[in-house]
């Protein structure tokens, strides 16, 4: 019996000192010179297998910069998957890495099926035996409860976690969040928590958690009522434009409570220019914004 | 500039006579004895890099005997996920040949994500100089309408189709899509109506669809009313439970519009037994259901 996700994530958290994950959104046309040096003249496959490569590399030059930095990395499966078969292998790899490097792995694949084939993304997502073995993964529930039977399992069995798809902030995200009364989110807020209660551990943190945009503090507040076991997944911090404060306004009393994201903000240089050491730029700018976390969070306190 | 999708299924299911879609569900636990025993005394990786030649195999004979009976297959991208990066190299390789055998691909995939992700599952999974190059896809709508757009600019460039899961029939499906009035399933009908009006072709079908279970005949005419030029696809016929009057319920007037998925059906024996030839079992399966919906849909009109 594994320790429980929500619990690795508060100790991680601790260990760090700051609730930051880094994305891995690896974007084979944003790689330094001498990755993308490698794919010049090459096409369709035979592009796809040096760029599954070249993403292997940097992602080995990102965990090094991030590690003992963030509490956890988050792949986006979808960036590996338009590498084809090479891609996937590359995030095996590179989640193989991060877990060396003592970084917890949040799959970020927004799945969503039942049955028998909610049951293969478990196993290809979590399970300890299977190819990515990730610590949590992103689920997506309008397919409906029964989109998490086989996750909860692997919470259980296996100290993993999930992060359902509450509540977000892209143009269209209202459409069918914000429908009805009580909200479509408000729905799966209250079924993240009544699923998450048996999985609350000592901190009083749940291995069910939910995925959180960055909102106005009366929202998150709104949320956080709902959901008072649950860790928060914020994306959208850095190049996605939202601020520390507002990622953070979700928080527990006790400061935990919110894992914020960013990525394209750490990965990449936001002036346009290239990256002379990744590694070391890469720590910077990700102490930078774990400092800002972490007074963030102190100053809520 | 291709042929719309919308049309490209209409010829298809002309040429073989029935609306039938084949699954692949390929389960490395059920396979033919002779492929099952290349699997014994593996585990891990090597499980997974032997189980995937096998699920190859698996399918290449399940091919054979769809090849001119069916119009589509279906491939269920979990199984293979499950298999790590072997299995997606399989289901790149099945994709392949399922194309070669004249089948139309339907990744059932059910992404929905936003933005640059979004983007790269368009990539992973539509794009005809991507990995995979199906057909169409299935998409789900839970992060907002602007999950679509890069899926819809394949369809206008490159004939590519999605389904957007509308109305499913699992036990916890009514949960959000029935909420709200009108019910959240109701809001993406009238979604996947509008996006698809664009791409409507001469056969008054359009690359847009949905994915609508088998339901009564009352409920499937209220989404036919709603979705007038949308593709159907309706799984859950043969092994799920469903019966062919009741997955073709929502099919229009002109006998077009409902495609009818089978996968364990026609994959495995029902009774427990081994098929002694794959290719002619499936064959027989396939035709059997191909007769049956072909006789459902002269009956209706």
Redesign the interface.
Known sequence: MSEPFGERLAEAVRAVGAPLCVGL?P?PRRLPPDLRARLEGR???SW?QEAARAVEDFDARVLAGVAGVAAAVKP?V??Y?????????AL?RSCERAREAGLLVIA?A?????????Q??A??LLDP????AADAVTL????????FAPFLDQCRRHGRGIFV?VR?T????????R???PQ?AA??AA?VHRLGRELVGSTGLSSVGAVVGAFAADEARALREQMPDAWFLVPGVGAQGGGVAQALAGRRADGLGSLVVSARGILYPQDGAEDADVTEAVRVRARSLAAELATSVSAGR
Chains 1, 2 share one sequence.
Request: hydrophobic residues 35%.
């Open positions: 959104d974007d096409t369709g496959a796809r986006q979808a960036f998957e338009a590498l084809g078969a090479p891609g996937v292998a095996e970020d927004k799945r969503g099926d039942i049955a028998s084939t909610a293969a993304y196993t290809a035996e299977g190819p990515l997506s529930p309008w397919m409906g409860t029964d989109v798809l977000t892209n143009p269209g995200s209202a459409w069918l969040q429908h009805g009364q479509g729905l799966v079924e």
